[in-house]
């Protein structure tokens, strides 16, 4: 099984940097994405996002003719599908109108002996979903839920496990889940990724992979909701948590997460309800622990607000408008520039709603702000530091690891300052 080309659909935080790692590997890959800007920065040999050594990949992937974007789906031997799987409406139910799009968009080019695989994190079934997709647009091709290891069409589920500002090693290196729709699907799948992947490539079927992932992140997001509620219990209690962490933590079978404002991302923040939306009845730990964690920014901005009236008691010649709040971080984990479901952009846009003062925002890793704080201008650390009479921490980035606040109130979401 051997694979000259190969189509990525959706080039962002997941879909560029795979691209660009099977294109290092002298296979030619048609990046697609929907973002005409995007396309056109790929193919000048750069990076509309922030991972490390991802442009010295792209650059090189391009320059040699080995990669190049597109806004329209082009023939290929195998397609790889990265695009978003966000919430629809306000229950958090999945969102798979973008994967029912990039269907649409490659069942036109597809032909017999073609692989095509499913990454975006899904809810179980989703790659059966993308399959009737595909089949109904392409009548004339067979597919693996009709025809099994007959069909024309390979098709598989390989979430992808990567951590941001590592993913280019992750990639590499991370074992890799191969989910089929039938053994052939996934040996074809394996076949693949067996390209670059130094990891193991452990095989099972579709609905189990897709139910990996999500298994993966709502363990995750429980043990950070532990973490969160402990921190709330605490403050109630007049306990440091970061140390009564510490002290737990010295006994050889415990292992506790830190707390912070929240919990981010297009992962943790997201899969866990992927898993509540198909068995409401069942998921109840996984339910409460996703409430926890949503609730932590509104506990963060009543932190706030009673910082405020502290420092107000404590200067009374002064009003509301009179203060300047700072918020340190943005993104929704440290030294990205990721802003999807962060607590901290989340926190920040309240802020700027709720507080008559000014508010300064400091995020070194983006070059402007996003459009739901366009009112607002980015700050320096070293502005906010002498303006600012609260200074509130919601990422811990190295540069505020480095550094501190020495005058006004401080509230430290994240036990650093």
Known sequence: MKFSSLSVIGLGYIGLPTAAVFASRKIKVIGVDVNQRAVDTINQGKIHIVEPDLDIAVHAAVTEGYLKATTTPEPADAFIVAVPTPFKGDNHDPDLSYIEAA????????????????????????????????????????????????????????????????????LIENDRVIGGMTPKCSAYSVALYKTFV???CVVTNARTAEMAKLTEN?????????????????????????????????????????????????????????????????????????????????????????????????????????????????AFKPDIDDLRESPAMAIAQQIVKIHSGRVLLVEPNIAQLPAKLASQSLSSVE??????????????????????????????SKGIW
């Not at 990454?119 to 693996?144: C, H, I, K, N, Y």
């Not at 198909?278 to 622990?289: F, G, M, N, V, W």
């Not at 921490?393 to 690891?401: I, P, R």
């Open 103 to 170: 269907s649409k968009a490659i069942a036109p080019v597809l032909a017999k002996g073609n692989l095509v695989i499913l990454e975006s994190t899904s809810p179980v079934g989703a790659t059966e979903q993308m399959a009737e997709w595909l089949a109904t647009a392409r009548p004339d091709l067979t597919f693996p839920q009709t025809h099994g290891e007959d069909s024309d069409i390979r098709i598989a589920h390989c979430p992808e496990r990567v951590l941001p500002g590592h993913v280019m090693r992750e």
């Open 198 to 200: 130094q990891g193991e």
């Open 218 to 330: 709502s363990f995750r997001d429980v043990n950070i909701a532990f973490a969160n509620e402990l921190s709330m219990i605490c403050d109630k209690l007049d306990i440091n948590v970061w140390e009564l962490i510490k002290l737990a933590n010295r006994h050889p079978r415990v292992n506790i997460l830190q707390p912070g404002p929240g919990v981010g991302g297009h992962c943790i923040a997201v899969d866990p309800w992927f898993i509540v939306s198909k068995t409401p009845e069942l998921a109840k730990l996984i339910r409460t622990a996703r409430e926890v964690n949503d609730s932590k920014p509104g506990w963060v901005i009543d932190k706030v607000k009673l910082a405020i009236a502290d420092f107000l008691q404590a200067n009374p010649t002064k009003t509301v408008k009179d203060v300047t709040v700072a918020c340190y971080g943005l």
């Open 383 to 412: 502005q906010a530091f002498i303006e600012a009479d609260i200074h509130i921490l919601l990422v811990d980035h190295k540069l505020f690891k480095t550094t501190k606040p020495v005058t006004g109130v401080i509230v430290d």
